[in-house]
């Protein structure tokens, strides 16, 4: 069974940094070993959940427009993590962010993914 937990978020002022860490464990099948893609998404009040950052299988990062430059993804392979440090933050990044998982994608497109985490809240202040 595949599991997606999310640790990091709070609140802090415009101008500040955050760092979100995912760990995915486990597969959907015993004894069978996955590649997933991975990614980080986000959900403000009244909006649809959004792209951040992903990761695909390849190693190919792809970063939101409103983001490049201030976000960064970077992958720990060993222990499954990948974790989204966050500089410049600004008010409109305020959502509830989720990291999503999947063995049968190259690119974690949001709309399919399986697994996902539960959520943690980032809050940005001006």
């Known amino acids: 069974q595949v599991q997606v937990a999310e640790a990091g978020g709070g609140s802090v002022q415009a101008g500040g940094s955050l760092r979100l860490s995912c760990v995915r464990t486990g597969h959907p099948f015993p004894n069978i070993e996955y590649t997933y893609c991975m990614g980080w998404f986000r959900e403000a009040v009244g909006a649809e959940r959004e792209e951040v950052a992903t990761?695909?299988?390849?190693?190919?990062?792809k970063y939101a427009d409103s983001v490049k430059g201030r976000f960064t993804l970077s992958q720990d392979t060993a222990k499954n993590t990948l974790d989204l440090q966050m500089n410049n933050l600004k008010p409109e990044d305020t959502a509830v962010y989720y990291c999503g998982a999947d063995h049968r994608f190259l690119h974690c497109d949001g709309r399919y993914l399986n697994f996902w985490g539960q959520g943690t809240l980032v809050n940005v202040s001006s």
């Open positions: 990761l695909d299988t390849d190693g190919t990062i």
